[in-house]
């Protein structure tokens, strides 16, 4: 069962989809103000994601139902949960328009984030692992919101307009031309 490539709960999709459930709980956290426990979670979904790749290539689970499923879990934890926490870190004391103005911001990282993994799933086929990634992979993404949100709760960059300039440009880049090397 759980190393049947035709069982859409084989190994590596459980691994997925507990990184389904990492992003989700860390949404929860973001939203009650537990950004610690949050980003820890963001952190295990990320090193389930690397996993999944892992096992479903080391024991032949890729499957075209893994491919979307996993495009879900980065949806969710690369891109939906670091948002939500770079945006509710930086709107705690913002007025509702300013909420707002960047509320399109992050809107427009999130469209941005999907858009790049379904243009990615457009192109992949199973099992196969291109030398490079064209745009910033969504994993990379949400390093970089993970590091505007550092920056920003420590002060170094505390003009949330400064900040949403860079979440526009890293928005851009994922759907941008750049090669990245595949690990």
């Given at each position: 069962m759980?190393?049947d ?8 999709n ?15 956290f973001i ?7 949050a ?8 090193a389930l994601?690397i ?12 499957t075209?139902?893994?491919i979307?499923v ?18 509710y ?9 300013q ?6 911001i992050?809107l427009f ?17 199973e099992?196969?692992v ?19 949100y550092?920056?920003f709760?420590y ?13 526009a ?15």
């Open positions: 759980l190393f490539k035709n069982n859409r709960f084989n190994l590596a459980l691994i997925t989809f507990a990184n389904i459930s990492a992003g989700l709980i860390a949404i929860h939203v009650h103000g537990d950004y610690f426990t980003i820890i979670l963001a952190w295990i979904g990320g994601d996993a999944d790749g892992k096992v479903a290539r080391r024991y032949n689970l890729s075209e139902f893994g979307q996993d495009s879900y879990a980065d949806f969710i934890s690369f891109v939906v949960m670091p948002s939500f926490l770079l945006y870190a930086m709107t705690e004391q913002a007025t509702i328009l909420e707002l103005i960047l509320g399109l992050f990282y999130i469209i941005s984030g999907l858009r790049r993994l379904i243009e990615f799933n457009m192109k992949s086929e099992g196969e291109a030398k490079f990634f064209e745009g910033v992979p969504t994993p990379l993404g949400a390093i970089l919101l993970w590091i505007l550092l920056i709760s002060g170094i960059i505390a003009n949330p307009w400064v900040i949403s300039i860079f979440v440009i890293i928005a851009w880049s994922l759907n941008s031309k750049i090669k990245i090397p595949h690990p």
